[in-house]
């Protein structure tokens, strides 16, 4: 099952896709987001586009495990999503997931400036590694 997954900010959504078998994931794009609209109709048609059955959006948890205002409107723009797309959408927790992608990208070299430009899409592709793992 081919999974579309979406790390969400405010300005930037990282965007990862998984092969057919759900075993390899491939960072596709770092989104400038348009406005939730916008947003919710060019993710609907890129998952019905690319194949996709499933969208796994990544849910930004409080440290101590509960949902605060960020957590409730990646929730929003799921629910709008879900409707929209017609397919399932799941969360996955993804905290200290975009700590890890900028130590993986420091780690390979990469300026600040390139690290800026691809940070979301790789936080996209560790939240969806971590949710095909379970």
């Known amino acids: 099952m081919r999974i579309l997954a979406l ?3 405010d300005v930037r959504i990282g965007v990862a896709i998984s092969d057919p078998l759900g075993i ?3 960072g596709i794009e770092t989104f400038l987001s348009k406005g939730k609209d916008r947003d919710v109709l060019y993710f609907s ?3 019905k ?3 996709c059955e499933k969208i796994l959006l990544g849910l930004p ?3 101590d495990g509960s949902e605060g205002d960020r957590a ?3 929730r929003d723009f799921g629910d709008a999503l879900a409707q929209a797309s017609g397919l399932e959408v799941v969360y996955e927790d993804e905290r200290l997931t975009t700590v890890e992608a900028e ?3 420091i ?3 990469l300026s600040r400036q390139e690290r800026r430009k691809v940070i979301d899409k790789v936080a996209a592709e560790i939240i969806l590694r971590c949710y095909l793992n379970k």
């Open 72 to 74: 409730l409107k990646v």
């Open 24 to 26: 390899s994931t491939n």
């Open 7 to 9: 790390d969400i900010g």
């Open 107 to 109: 780690e390979a070299g």
């Open 45 to 47: 048609e890129m998952a």
């Open 103 to 105: 130590e993986m990208l």
């Open 61 to 63: 948890l409080n440290m």
């Open 49 to 51: 586009a690319r194949g």
